[in-house]
Nanobody
Framework: QLVESGGGSVQAGGSLRLSCAASGYTYSSYCMGWFRQAPGKERERVATIDSDGTASYADSVKGRFTISKDNAKKTLDLQMNSLKPEDTGMYYC???????????????????WGQGTQVTVSP
């Protein structure tokens, strides 16, 4: 089970930190990450992190967002800085096995999803 927290409303340029608490599985060997879905748009990968701690980001968030995890605490975080209105959406914590040794950006590959937390960035 994955449970997100930390969403909210913020003005452009502000920061938010999302957290995801994992239970029920040992996700340390999994890819974990954050996906988001804006109104009227498809769900997209924001950031992923593999079992070794190597992170990968969508081009749109590089340099602004940082993904991190704590295997001992079974938590996954997303620090979001310099937020833009286009970052608005529902953010989901995900977990899934690596695909060909990497953390895929394919939405349908991830077996485990949280319920989502809303992030709203106003101009």
């Amino acid at each position: 089970q994955l449970v997100e927290s930390g969403g909210g409303s913020v003005q452009a340029g502000g920061s938010l930190r999302l957290s995801c608490a994992a239970s029920g599985y040992t996700y340390s060997s999994y890819c974990m990450g954050w996906f988001r879905q804006a109104p009227g748009k498809e769900r997209e990968r924001v950031a992923t992190i593999d079992s070794d701690g190597t992170a990968s980001y969508a081009d749109s968030v590089k340099g602004r967002f940082t993904i991190s995890k704590d295997n001992a605490k079974k938590t996954l975080d997303l620090q979001m800085n310099s937020l833009k209105p286009e970052d608005t959406g529902m953010y989901y914590c995900v977990a899934g096995r690596p695909l060909a040794g990497t953390c895929t950006v394919v939405v349908g590959w991830y077996q485990h999803w949280g319920q989502g937390t809303q992030v709203t960035v106003s101009p």
